[in-house]
Each structure stands twice: as structure tokens, then as C-alpha cells.
């Protein structure tokens, strides 16, 4: 059974930080491709950050400098730290395991955390 938790959303100003963990099984975690994404209101779900089982990391370029994705591969969790938060941040963020890089692997979601920033 494949659960992913994520935690950390809120409401800040402008300039703010947030820090998204999301927490995934053993397995999945160490298999798939992680990340987060985002979707406002009216707008298509787009990827913010993902970062693969090699470590290697992509990121939108509206949020490159600012955010930063890592891995805690003792507490099977993915983060991401959001620096400089700006009002066009304002999202739902979900996390997501991708396996479909594996001949029968699915997608993954999270139920989604508000991120809401303020001017």
C-alpha cells in the first residue's frame, strides 16, 4: 500500500519560508523519482521540483534559486525548503512518487498541502 504524508503548509507574508515534508514508504522511497507539485486555482497541476533516487534534482525555473529539494533517506522523506516565497507561490502542493519508469510502475499522489502567501 502506497501512502504518502505531507506536512508543512501554512500562510505567510511575502518573503517568507516553508518547509514540505513529505513521507513515503521504504520502498517507494527508495525507487522512485520524488516531487512536488504544484496547482492554483483556475491553473494545471506543474512540477515545482522533483529530485530522482540518484540525487539529481529539477526545478521549475519560477522557483530555481529559491527552493530546494532534498531527500532524508533515514526518515524516508522528501522536503522541500521554500525561501523567498512570493503571492504566485500560492498553491496546492502535492507530493509525488513516480514509478513509471519501472515496466508496470504507477503515479503516486499526496492529498495536497495550502501554501498561501500573502503581500
Known amino acids: 500500500q502506497v501512502q504518502l504524508v505531507e506536512s508543512g503548509g501554512g500562510s505567510v507574508q511575502a518573503g517568507g519560508s516553508l518547509r514540505l515534508s513529505c513521507g513515503a514508504s521504504?520502498?517507494?522511497?527508495?525507487?522512485?523519482?520524488m516531487g512536488w507539485y504544484r496547482q492554483a486555482p483556475g491553473k494545471e497541476r506543474e512540477m515545482v521540483a522533483r529530485?530522482?533516487?540518484?540525487?539529481?534534482?529539477v526545478y521549475a525555473d519560477s522557483v530555481n534559486g529559491r527552493f530546494t529539494i532534498s531527500r532524508d533517506i533515514y526518515k524516508n522523506m522528501v522536503n522541500l525548503q521554500m525561501n523567498g516565497l512570493q503571492p504566485e507561490d500560492t498553491a496546492v502542493y502535492y507530493c509525488?512518487?513516480?514509478?513509471?519508469?519501472?515496466?508496470?510502475?504507477?503515479?503516486?499522489w499526496g492529498q495536497g498541502t495550502q501554501v498561501t502567501v500573502s503581500s
Open positions: 529530485i530522482t533516487n540518484s540525487n539529481k534534482r
Open positions: 509525488n512518487a513516480d514509478l513509471r519508469r519501472y515496466s508496470g510502475g504507477d503515479e503516486y
Open positions: 521504504g520502498r517507494i522511497f527508495s525507487l522512485a523519482t
